[in-house]
Structure formats: C-alpha cells, structure tokens
C-alpha cells in the first residue's frame, strides 16, 4: 500500500517552507496542534466535507476511487477555549487594496451571525500584505451591514482587526490575541477568569 | 457529471426507511437539521477526515481518485448550545448485554477527558437493545477509571444513562435530556439560564 507514505512525504515536505512562505493553513495547524499539546485549548481544522460517487472495499478497508468537494457552510476551525466555544475561518489573499468577499463560501456569512448569536466567539483570520489579522465576526457583520460593497477594505482590516504578531512558538499566537479582546478583565460571558 | 445525482438518490432513499429500521447517525443528522432550522442549537457531524493519495484537476474543479478513510481522534459530533461548547459520539451494538469499548478508536477516551476538563459538555449516545441512551463523558470516564473490563455492561448504562425517546420531530431529542442534566436550576457554568 503506496498511499499513505506519499501523503507523509507531502506533509513533512511542507513543514519545510520558511515561515514566511508558510501558507496560512498550515501556520494555524501548527499552531492548534501545538495549543493542544499545551493543553491550552481543543481547536482543529475540520475535515473538508466529500461527496463519494464510488467506493470499493478491499483489502486495506474502503478506499475511495471517486470523490469531489463540497463547500462548507459553516466555518474551517472549531473548538473549545477557556470553557468558550470558538469558530474561526482564515482566509488569505494576494489583493493589496481590498479583501474580497468572494473569498467567502455562500452560508458562510450567515452562519457567523448565527455562532455570536448562540454565545460563541467567532473570528476571521485574513492574511494581506504579509499580515495576518483577527477581524471579529461582530466588525465583519457591521461592515456588510452598513456597506454594498464586495470587498473589505485594507484600512478597515487594519482598523479594527488586530495584528497577530508571528512568534517562534507557536508561530500564530492567535489565542493571546483572543485573550485580550474577549476576556478583558475578569470573565467572558459570566465565566469566571481562569488563568491559562 | 453525473455523480452528485447518485449521491443524492441515496440520501432521499435513507429519508424513507421507518425510524426502527433507521440508523443512529442517520436519526441524529435529521435531529440536528432540526435544531439547527429552529435555531436551538448549531451541531454538526464533523466531515469524516480522509487523505487523498491521488486526485485530478477536471473542468468540475478538483475529483479524488483515491481517496482513504482515517480514524478520527475527536468525537463525531460537536457545535454550540446555550452558549455553551457540546461534543459527543454516537454509537450502536448489536451486542445485548454490554457495550464493547473496542466501539471507540483509540485516543477517544483520552479526548474525553479533555474536553470535560476545558468545561465542555461531552457525552456519547449509547443505541442498544432498541434504545437510545445518553451516557455523560463523567460517566464513561469513571468506569474506565474503576473497571478493568473491556466492556460495559447494559446495567451499567441502564442505570447511569439517560433514556431518550423517540419521537416525532426532531426524532431524537437529546437536547432536550441535555437541558435537565447539565442546566438543571438556572445555570451551568456560571452562565445564566437562557430560555429555550
């Protein structure tokens, strides 16, 4: 069974890159599972969602021999923070100017209004410029609430998101980040401030 | 392109089988659309995560050629209720007389313990004997913890488990049992009761 060995090779390959050409994904995945190995918080990246139109079974178990994606309506990562739930999307793009909103799958807008609604903390992670930014789900949703246009621009990201400055380890500290714009002072909807 | 029509062929076939018949996974899919329409709840299957040793760029975008599937370390299913962060596996034997914990992949237990320790409800769905049950993570835990049996006894979770019964819609209403166990009084957590 060649498979599994080609997609380690892929995998440690890519470990490789320079942070700076890291792409955004595996910077976060990096950053997760080193959370998780701290214990600091239970946060992954859900699996992208298949459909399979063929299946055979052998030998190794089903193998699939025909598959295509969907789009997820709902967002990449989720998880638990500080007794929080937490659901992020991280989207990068090469545009200087603007952030495109098209970079969103349909549902997927919607569906952040529904997560803050619930109680949870919901986020966009852009990259732009070679920074990355925690642009909160509340200032995504004004913005498309008081605007028509198709693109965010660079000055509202730079605005309201906040930098996240990259680190040794782990590269993304984006839950330091989260730490000082949700849980400012002393709780988060009426939790009690638990030291991490 | 004719695959995503037998996809859904098949999905529109398993909405016609009598809810005996019907499997768990199915039975928990159809509750969570539910909740999810009435917006009592955001709970989804996680994808099942595969890994792809060969896949193809067509003029449909890119298809898997060969796909496999890996076993999860998380839990199957997870999202938001009352504010608060929800993660539970759903699970089913044939077996009368006690439930095989070889039913759970290895690094599950351990996650479960986790995700009780970060403040998250965490429990499993339990079908046997033509019931449902909802045994809490605590629960699973402590056996595991007492008991050096590779199985746990359909006593066991008669006693400690918590019936859910079927009815009408949603099918099965597990959050209605997760309401009188972990929002008993007005709390959980801290948080205030939010009526639902």
Do not use: W
């Amino acid at each position: 069974m060649e498979y599994p060995n080609k997609i380690k090779k892929e995998t440690s390959k890519s470990i490789n890159y320079s942070n700076r050409g890291m792409d955004l994904e595996l910077l976060i995945n990096e950053t997760n599972a080193y959370y998780v190995e701290q214990d600091r918080a239970l946060i992954y990246k859900k699996p992208t969602p298949i459909g399979i139109s063929e299946a055979i079974y052998t030998e190794h178990g089903r193998i699939i021999k025909n598959g295509y994606f969907k789009s997820p309506s709902t967002l990449d990562y989720n998880g638990i923070y500080r007794g929080c739930y937490v659901e992020f999307e991280a989207k990068e793009t090469q545009n200087k100017t603007s952030f495109p909103l098209a970079n969103f799958h349909q549902h997927q807008l919607g569906y952040i209004k529904r997560v803050l609604a619930h109680g949870g903390i919901c986020f966009v992670l852009i990259k732009m410029n070679g920074n990355v930014f925690l642009l909160k789900g509340e200032d995504l949703i004004s913005f498309l609430e008081e605007n028509t246009r198709k693109s965010i621009p660079y000055s509202y990201i730079e605005q309201k998101g906040y930098l996240i400055k990259e680190r040794y380890n782990p590269t993304l500290d984006y839950l330091t980040v989260v730490n000082e714009i949700y849980f400012k002072g002393d709780c988060f909807n009426g939790k009690e401030k638990i030291e991490t």
